[in-house]
């Protein structure tokens, strides 16, 4: 097995500050290999581990650290596109079940080897902030195979060649010098996160993605902007708020994803006591419940799952991805009802060939995003994303990919 080092050092951040360990190329694309599908058989368990990469956050040093010619990993704010002009719009970029607009979760810095279409490669997640979209869309997602079904969660891979006409074919220098080549498209002056392709009829300046978008920037301080802006001779844009810099609570906190690896970590933590001590750790579970939860501990195999779901992420308890490409690479599933079958995975929409999986979200982030414990916060056991396994170069720039959602078995009762 080739070193953890070398695996997936694109997800490593580089910084600007011209620090002496953060000189990797991250233009080198990491050794992951093609991945198979989630596994029924207990075989599986006697195979070889394979080695996972974990995400974990860290406010960045300074906001220039995650522009997207530095090819960033990130989570919450607005993301850094990786083909800034031929963004997913239209239903795209909308929740399949309220039609409002998706909020960007995170990024992904992934180039494939010996792929020269995935020189630069990035998978980026977006979701609807609703409890009650995400509990539809786990049941949507089991349809796949019948058409496309709709969805509150949808991860997006864009990838280009080496020379492009968006960023130099050469590192970046992290001297502060480097630009992209050119600039993006417009983007929503409210989300700062989709096409802004309809425009204020008044001022003719600012741009949105949607009409409920635009009325939330009128209600908080355009409708001042606007007016200054058609009383200006010069109708200059420096009257309107820079992109992205809306209320906080209308996207989630931003963070630098950075890389460890689980096999740093003592697995000889805890036993089967603590295991199932682990069970009632989640926040939010009433007291009633999680002595039920105990009560039934030998004999629901879901609580068992979780409880080695849960004494596992022990480990690294910060850990907000596990990311593995390799052949032999699955989900760690925190139930084991729910779990999709090899059949339950689709086929690439754009090759028709395999997908695998590559990364999966986990609990954790919430806690980082501050989601509260409101009936229609969101909540969830574990997001598991597949792409293609062939990282196929098509035609569109933003290819969607397949993600799979595994909610808590007390969360699924709120519908």
Request: aromatic share 10%.
């Amino acid at each position: 097995m080739e070193s953890s080092a070398k695996k997936l050092s694109s997800l490593r951040i580089t910084s600007l500050d011209g620090d002496d360990d953060e000189t990797e190329d991250p233009h080198q694309p990491p050794p992951a290999g093609p991945s198979a599908a989630a596994a029924d058989s207990d075989d599986d368990d006697e195979e070889e581990e394979a080695e996972v990469t974990l995400g974990v956050l860290s406010k960045p040093k300074h906001p220039g650290l995650l522009l997207r010619h530095l090819f960033p990993s990130k989570a919450g704010g607005i993301p850094a596109w990786l083909d800034p002009v031929n963004l997913p719009s239209g239903k795209s970029s909308c929740c399949g079940f309220c039609g409002e607009p998706l909020q960007f979760v995170l990024q992904i810095y992934a180039a494939v080897e010996d792929n020269v279409a995935a020189f630069h490669r990035t998978l980026f997640m977006f979701m609807c902030p609703s409890m009650a979209c995400l509990l539809r869309d786990q049941h949507e997602q089991w349809k796949h195979k019948h058409g496309n079904p709709c969805r509150s969660v949808k991860v997006f891979r864009c990838q280009l060649p080496r020379t492009n006409a968006f960023y130099s074919a050469q590192p970046p220098k992290h001297d502060r010098s480097d630009k992209p080549l050119c600039p993006g498209a417009h983007v929503c002056h409210w989300c700062g996160t989709w096409k802004g392709d309809k425009i204020c009829s008044s001022c003719k300046k600012a741009r949105y993605c949607s009409e409920k978008h635009q009325a939330l920037h009128w209600r908080t301080g355009h409708k001042n902007d606007c007016l200054q802006i058609i009383s200006s001779s010069a109708a200059s844009n420096s009257v309107l708020p820079t992109v992205g810099k809306v209320p906080a609570n209308t996207f989630w906190p931003e963070f630098e994803i950075k890389i460890d690896y689980e096999g740093r970590f003592d697995s000889d933590s805890g036993d089967e006591n603590n295991s199932k001590l682990l069970v009632m750790q989640r926040h939010g579970k009433p007291d009633a419940m999680m002595q039920s939860w105990m009560d039934q501990f030998e004999a629901d195999s879901d609580n068992k799952c979780w409880a080695s779901f849960q004494e596992r992420v022990s480990r690294a308890p910060n850990q907000v991805l596990r990311y593995c490409r390799e052949p032999n690479a699955k989900p760690l599933w925190a139930l084991s009802s729910g779990c999709p079958s090899n059949a339950d995975i689709p086929s690439c929409s754009y090759c028709k060939g395999p997908l695998c999986y590559e990364f999966q979200v986990m609990p954790q982030l919430l806690y980082f995003f501050v989601v509260g414990n409101q009936p229609d916060s969101l909540d969830w056991a574990t997001i598991a994303v597949y792409t293609c396994q062939g990282a196929c170069d098509q035609s569109v720039s933003y290819k969607e990919e397949f993600a799979w959602v595994q909610l808590y078995p007390t969360t699924t009762t709120r519908q």
